[in-house]
Nanobody, 127 residues
Framework: WQLQASGGGLVQPGGSLRLSCTAS????????IGWFRQAPGKEREGVSC???????????HYVDSVKDRFTISRDSAKNTVYLQMDNLKSEDTALYYC??????????????????WGQGTQVTVSS
């Protein structure tokens, strides 16, 4: 199983980016997908996750700091999960990773058990 994160870049505060997490070797619709980030000197934190529409309810969840700014979605035909990030702030600067097959519920502290971590894509928000 492999996941490839892409779509990062340099953007000004208030701007937008869309990250992609493309799966290979498995059908990602049968598994949860989570987005995580790690800023320099900080611990990795969960950003958003989406449950399987096949084995679960397909619900999505966000950490409080990105609610109403970020949107997670699936494209089954492309075996890809997107993270649309709007109104970006400097504190969103981090290396963003996607992973699969972990817990996905309302509290980010419970987003555990993820595997098949991708290489990550850098997001830098700066003027």
């Amino acid at each position: 199983w492999q996941l490839q994160a892409s779509g990062g870049g340099l953007v000004q505060p208030g701007g937008s980016l869309r990250l992609s997490c493309t799966a290979s070797g498995f059908d990602s619709d049968y598994f949860s997908i989570g987005w995580f980030r790690q800023a320099p000197g900080k611990e990795r934190e969960g950003v958003s996750c989406i449950n399987s529409p096949r084995n679960g309810d397909g619900s999505s969840h966000y950490v409080d700091s990105v609610k109403d700014r970020f949107t997670i979605s699936r494209d089954s035909a492309k075996n890809t999960v997107y993270l649309q990030m709007d109104n970006l702030k400097s504190e969103d600067t981090a290396l963003y990773y996607c992973a699969t097959n972990g817990r996905c519920g309302p509290r980010s502290s419970g987003w555990l058990g993820y595997e098949s971590w991708g290489q990550g894509t850098q997001v830098t928000v700066s003027s």
